[in-house]
T-cell receptor, first 118, second 114 residues
Framework: AQKVTQAQTEISVVEKEDVTLDCVYE???????LFWYKQPPSGELVFLIR??????QNEISGRYSWNFQKSTSSFNFTITASQVVDSAVYFC???????????????FGTGTRLTVIP | DVKVTQSSRYLVKRTGEKVFLECVQD?????MFWYRQDPGLGLRLIYF???????EKGDIPEGYSVSREKKERFSLILESASTNQTSMYLC?????????????FGEGSRLTVL
């Protein structure tokens, strides 16, 4: 069964600091996808990134970067020069594909609440 | 703009009442999901549907049922609401097939059962 662990429950940083959110996963699948979602105070989850298990290249998008390491089953998320608007709950998720139905489900971690202090 | 719309943002119901939570998506997605979000527990899957009239139990289906009569609509039903069903309910949809998996979420429905 899939499992996602986000050990950091809450993190507070001062604006402009860098912050890394950790995500460790467990799966027996050889092909899988990892995701990060952001949930701002408004409540709607916003998709940030999807990473294929065969692609271990790190990715950078503006102030966001992701470090995928298959050897340690980790998919960590770094925000550089944090801003107040980054305050949110961040969820890491792992896919599971149901061959019989063609459906994909996502298993979510418990989330990390990030507070950026001005 | 793609959209998943949940019918009610906030509901207050009494123990024993029947509760309907409605979700509509406009992306022609095959898959639709109902999750429940509780502090410290993250998102837990209640039910999902991969086609019209087709459904599968998730991790915590007890006390819930679902209905998908049309592709764009997925309803979550609490036959007899209980206080431990007080929670945030999130609907999501995704396209089918391996290699996809990105879920699009609605804004959530916060249910309080008194």
């Amino acid at each position: 069964a899939q499992k996602v662990t986000q050990a950091q429950t809450e993190i507070s940083v001062v604006e402009k600091e860098d912050v890394t959110l950790d995500c460790v996963y467990e799966t027996r699948d050889t092909t899988y996808y990892l995701f990060w979602y952001k949930q701002p105070p408004s409540g709607e989850l916003v998709f940030l990134i999807r990473r294929n298990s065969f692609d271990e290249q790190n990715e950078i998008s503006g102030r966001y970067s992701w470090n995928f390491q298959k050897s340690t089953s980790s998919f960590n998320f770094t925000i550089t020069a944090s801003q107040v608007v980054d305050s949110a709950v961040y969820f890491c998720a792992l896919s599971e594909y149901y061959l019989q139905t063609g459906a994909n489900n996502l298993f979510f971690g418990t989330g990390t609440r990030l507070t950026v202090i001005p | 703009d793609v959209k998943v719309t949940q019918s009610s943002r906030y509901l207050v119901k009494r123990t024993g009442e029947k509760v309907f939570l409605e979700c509509v998506q406009d992306m022609d997605h095959e898959n639709m999901f109902w999750y429940r979000q509780d502090p410290g527990l993250g998102l837990r899957l209640i039910y999902f549907s991969y086609d019209v009239k087709m459904k599968e139990k998730g991790d915590i289906p007890e006390g819930y049922s679902v209905s998908r009569e049309k592709k764009e609509r997925f309803s979550l039903i609490l036959e007899s609401a209980s206080t431990n069903q007080t929670s945030m309910y999130l609907c999501a949809s995704s396209s089918g097939g391996e290699g996809t998996g990105e879920l699009f979420f609605g804004e959530g429905s916060r249910l309080t059962v008194l």
